[in-house]
Nanobody, 124 residues
């Protein structure tokens, strides 16, 4: 599976962005997808995850109520809609694929494939 993330950019506090991650490979629809982020000087952290059919989701407390993860298996794409953005959301955002699809892991080590990252910058 290869992942290509896009949609990052510069936005003001309170603004919105939608990230996309397109996956290649026939196994995409059977696995879970996650979004992670890494801010400068900080460790990578979990943001959100979604199950293989889009029914189950999991969010970090820091983004709950502001971010929404969704997927379109017909397009092999997962999205992260980010609303009410804050400067603390500034980071490189990565999408990741977990092939078993059995659980919405929050640990990055459980994911098998990673995209290249897209930079989100929120100005104050």
């Amino acid at each position: 599976v290869q992942l290509q993330a896009s949609g990052g950019g510069l936005v003001q506090t309170g603004g919105s962005l939608r990230l996309s991650c397109v996956a290649s490979g026939r196994t995409f629809t059977s696995g879970a997808m996650g979004w992670f982020r890494q801010a400068p000087g900080k460790e990578r952290e979990f943001v959100a995850a979604i199950g293989w059919n889009g029914e189950a989701t999991n969010y970090a407390d820091s983004v709950k109520g502001r971010f929404t993860i969704a997927r379109d298996n017909a397009k092999n794409t997962v999205y992260l809609q980010m609303n009410r953005l804050k400067p603390a959301d500034t980071a490189v955002y990565y999408c990741a694929f977990e092939r078993s699809g059995r659980y919405l892991y929050t640990g990055g080590k459980m994911y098998d494939y990673w995209g290249q990252g897209t930079l989100v910058t929120v100005s104050s």
